[in-house]
């Protein structure tokens, strides 16, 4: 982050202790001096925000005719009282009157210090720069027996009119705190924006629309997930009374009157039809306002049909055994050494992993070699889901249960998963209700469908996976745990790629293995192993292997080095044309570029399905949004 500042320097002795301080910054241009300027007072604030200062730090006029006239902080270099003093002392030599001239922002308590001075002062107070030149003419016909004290301007006028003068210095502390809290203020400010920016990310890319007021009902927040649901622009919202703007959600601010929270609340304005959870925003325990979050329930519908579709579609086998996992590194086979003992064990498991570092593969060779092998491995990532959603995909519901449940009810996964395993990855993030809920599950051995007034006994394995240490989210009051210790009977934690480097290489072998042996020339390149073995791998197994799928696709091996200082190799011995082989199209045959770029798209998208992406995975592959993504899957 850039923390450009700017400083309006009111005298030449100042000027120079600055640039003596601060000698590598004003080089740099991190630091913008420029001199008080009476012509142009008016503007030199503005001008200095035009060059990107970030702040500016002014004394008297200078900080005067800026403040209130630029968007960036201004940092006020005050006249300490001990400036005032040496000034004088300095004064005192010339043996004549003393006139002390500050601005009504400045004070000096001349009583206080009568006797150390031991010299009357005559003190003159000025609004602007219009009235120092007035101030001054007063002496101008003694000016034989006066001398000004005072800042830039004062002292430049004092010239003008042949008065002697003495500049009001500013201390190197002074100097150096003034800038130093122009930086913090700077920091401070960016950290703020930062956090904005975090937040409206955030809450512009969940599926639930998000609205919010003041405790006076005006709308302090809209998402745009709330503007495609309302069909009503930022602008016409914003700042409005929520009873003119959406009269038909006023009993909203009923939560601000009653003080209690609702949920599943159904909203109806026009044709949308919504699920809604209503609760009060308190800051430092006084309510300020009150926060709505809902959900299209027609849109929830046809989400869990494809939810379903993709579980039905993915099986309820396990694909993965140990002898399928690369391991060379040995904290890697001490892991898998682990695993083979847990899986042999029978009892409950967590398994802890950074994302990408294959958690379900574990899950999955753990199930296949338990005494559970021939029955059924269920699978569902918890974070990926609604919390009603995830407790209707888990537990199931009757018939009629509530609005938009199917005919014939459905059976949860806890049922499918009846005498087999189930694995519960990113567990870490379902909320206290949900956890309560599965905790009684485990106790109990038993579930109870949504809606249903009878138990389903279950003979059920569960191995739950996290991303995060459990134990400080229950310091952090977000996870029970009664629940913790019932999942962590067993635990076991698999390193991150980067802390076993020696299965890089065979990795990124293994993923090249089932193309052409024009490869070879790839992973025979000791620079490029290097460089592979020393990156950071945040992503991963799931990472290393789209890198392959990259290099397969453009013929080039990019990591992310803007974030980790890694390369980006370019195989120029290797003959692109040969990368790939795709269907030749018949030259007597004449397509529109508009068919041919979808048959392309559709090729290449199913090529990175196949290879085991996900959608996010294949969105940022292709540099497009995960909306985009959608678009071209459904219209191709």
């Known amino acids: 982050m850039e923390r450009k500042i700017g400083i309006i320097i009111n005298n030449i002795d100042i000027f120079k202790t600055i640039e003596k301080l601060y000698e590598e910054d004003i080089k740099k241009n991190k630091i913008i001096l420029e001199m008080l300027d009476a012509e142009t007072i008016e503007d030199q604030g503005i001008l200095l925000e035009k060059k990107g200062v970030k ?25 300490s009282t001990l400036d005032i003093l040496y000034a004088i002392k300095t004064a005192k030599k010339y043996n004549k009157n003393i006139v002390l001239m500050l601005s009504e922002m400045e004070s000096f308590d001349y009583l206080e210090w009568k006797d150390l001075i031991n010299k009357d002062v005559t003190i003159e107070k000025f609004k602007d720069h219009y009235e120092i030149e007035k101030i001054i003419l007063k002496y101008e016909c003694d000016l ?10 004062p002292c430049k006028i004092a010239l003008k009119y042949k008065i002697d003068y003495v500049h009001i210095c500013a201390s190197d502390d002074s100097i150096h705190d003034a800038i130093n809290n122009a930086r913090k203020i700077v920091d401070s400010l960016y950290e ?35 503007k495609e649901l309302l069909k009503k622009d930022s602008i016409e919202v914003i700042k409005n009374n929520l009873k003119d703007v959406f009269p038909d959600f006023s009993f909203i601010l009923d939560v601000l009157k009653n003080k209690t929270n609702k949920y599943n609340e159904i909203i109806h304005y026009k044709k949308l039809v919504a699920a809604a959870n209503i609760s009060l925003l ?31 579609k993915k099986g309820l086998v396990a694909k993965y055994k140990f002898e399928n996992i690369i391991a060379y590194d040995q904290s890697m086979k001490d892991t898998l050494l682990d695993a083979v003992k847990i899986g042999c064990s029978g009892c409950t498991a967590m398994i802890y992993g950074e994302s990408g570092t294959g958690k379900e593969m574990i899950a999955q060779s753990i199930h296949s070699i338990s005494d559970r092998n021939s029955e059924p491995f269920v699978a569902i990532n918890c974070a990926a889901l609604t919390e009603n959603l995830l407790e209707s995909e888990l537990f199931g519901y009757e018939e009629g249960s509530f609005t938009g449940a199917r005919k014939g009810g459905k059976v949860g996964l806890f049922e499918l998963a009846h005498g087999g395993t189930i694995f519960l990855d990113e567990i870490n993030s379902i909320s206290i209700n949900l956890q309560t809920k599965l905790l009684r599950v485990l106790e109990e051995k038993e ?16 191995i739950a996976a996290a991303n995060e240490n459990l134990k400080n989210k229950i310091d952090e009051g977000s996870f029970r745990r009664d629940l913790f210790y019932r999942l962590c009977v067993l635990e076991l934690h698999i390193p991150p790629l980067r ?55 453009f013929g ?81």
């Not at 300020?288 to 039905?312: A, H, M, P, W």
């Not at 579930?447 to 569960?462: C, F, T």
Request: net charge neutral; proline share 2%.
């Open 499 to 553: 802390e076993r480097k020696k299965d890089i290489i065979p990795l990124f072998k293994y993923y090249l293995s089932g193309y052409k042996k024009e490869y070879d020339k790839l992973i025979d390149d000791q620079e490029l192993q290097n460089k592979l073995i020393n990156y950071s791998w945040p992503g991963n197994v799931r990472e290393l292997k789209n890198v392959v799928q990259r290099y397969i696709i």
């Open 55 to 79: 702040s500016i730090i002014a004394r008297s006029g200078g900080y005067f005719h800026t403040i209130g006239k630029v968007n960036v902080p201004i940092i006020e270099l005050k006249i």
């Open 192 to 226: 703020q924006k930062y956090k904005n920016e975090v937040l409206n990310t955030i809450l512009d890319g969940v599926h639930d629309a998000v609205l919010a007021t003041d405790k006076e009902g005006n709308i302090i927040l809209y998402n745009e997930r709330a």
């Open 282 to 312: 308190e800051v430092d325990g006084h309510v300020s306002g009150v926060l709505c979050s809902f959900q299209d329930i027609t849109k929830l519908q046809s989400l869990e049909k494809k939810i379903r579709y993709e579980l039905n």
């Open 556 to 636: 080039e091996v990019k990591l992310d080095e803007n974030r980790y200082d890694n390369a980006y190799v370019h195989i120029n011995d290797i003959d692109l044309d040969k990368k790939i082989e795709t269907n030749k199209l018949n030259k007597n045959i004449t397509l529109e570029l508009k068919e041919i770029n979808k048959y392309v798209e559709t090729k290449l998208i199913d090529m990175l399905e196949q290879q085991g992406m996900g959608k996010n995975e294949i969105a940022k592959t292709l540099g497009i949004s995960r909306s985009s993504l959608w678009n071209k899957i459904n219209n191709n």
């Open 447 to 462: 579930v109870m469908r949504i809606g249903s007034d009878y138990v389903i006994p279950l003979d059920v394995r569960v």
């Open 144 to 153: 034989e027996n006066v001398v000004i004290v005072g800042g830039g301007i």
